[in-house]
């Protein structure tokens, strides 16, 4: 196969947030990248697009992070049609604004519109527990996004699989490891199960910021730093250029730096 091409640092970037499966922390995840991304680059660089009619994203962002921009377009049913044509022009007039990212909060769901719509992306995040209840449904959902990257001969989306809800000292990812084997996929700095961001939402987001929280502090922290220098700096498509392959699964432990 051809090389990969590589896209210009400066690039807009956008980064879909996605899973078939429901309540594995898309919306945290989207959230708190946002976040990270807000203390690395000027934060009005940053567009989050929250496509949940649950509008959890819009609700805290709004009143943790105002700098941030946030779009609410709803993916539902009723309005799929129209508000995936939004999100579409949204990302395709962000192409041309260097140094823009948008993250794209997606809801639970098959359908395929929204497939076709995360297969645009410059990379998706997909967040899943270790749990096979939620390893099966991710990993049909790496299939259909393979699939349209295959019908289209496309090297991106990058698909980062972020591994969430990691129960406290595992260090045996090898569940996961070997279910993606065959696919397409990095693995991302894993997140803890961390009781403050089970409660994340209960509060108010000022709350939040006050507790201290310092293991969800680092394992977001190291997430983020680990998108800058992954997806944002481009390593990724380094990676892939090298190695001109398509086995490019990042093993954990050296995803830190
Ligand atoms: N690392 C974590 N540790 C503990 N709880 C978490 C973590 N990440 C997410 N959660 C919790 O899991 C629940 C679901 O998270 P979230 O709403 O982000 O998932 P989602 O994938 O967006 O769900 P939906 O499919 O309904 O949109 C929330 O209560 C959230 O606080
Ligand atoms: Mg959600």
Request: contains cysteine; proline residues 6%; glycine residues 6%.
């Amino acid at each position: 196969m051809s090389k990969i091409k590589t896209k210009p640092l400066n690039d807009a970037k956008s980064i879909f947030v996605a899973n078939v499966k429901g309540g594995v922390g898309k919306s945290t995840l989207s959230i708190m990248l946002a976040r990270e991304l807000a203390e690395r680059m000027p934060p009005q660089n940053i567009t989050v697009i929250d496509t949940d009619l649950q509008r959890t994203a819009t609700e805290f962002l709004t009143n943790s992070n105002p700098e941030i921009n946030v779009e609410f377009l709803p993916i539902t049913p009723a309005f799929e049609n129209t508000n995936i044509s939004l999100v579409q022009q949204f990302i395709k007039q962000n192409e041309f604004r260097p140094g823009h990212v948008v993250i794209v909060d997606t809801p639970a769901g098959s359908s395929q519109r929204l497939w076709n719509l995360v297969a645009e992306g410059y990379a998706v995040l997909i967040p899943t527990t270790l749990s096979n209840a939620d390893l099966l449904p991710t990993e049909n959902f790496i299939r259909s996004i393979d699939k349209v990257k295959a019908r289209y001969g496309k090297y991106h989306p990058h698909l980062i699989v972020c591994p969430n809800k990691i129960p406290f000292g595992q260090k045996d990812f090898s569940v996961m490891a070997d279910r993606l084997n065959n696919h397409d996929v990095v693995i991302g700095p894993a997140l803890r199960d961390l009781a403050s961001v089970r409660h994340f939402y209960n509060g108010k987001a000022e709350k939040w910021e006050n507790k201290s929280n310092s293991n969800a502090q680092s394992d977001f922290e190291q997430f983020g730093s680990f998108i800058e220098k992954y997806v944002l700096n481009g390593e990724l498509d380094k990676i892939y250029n090298k190695n001109n392959t398509s086995k490019n699964v990042i093993p954990f432990g050296k995803t830190s730096n």
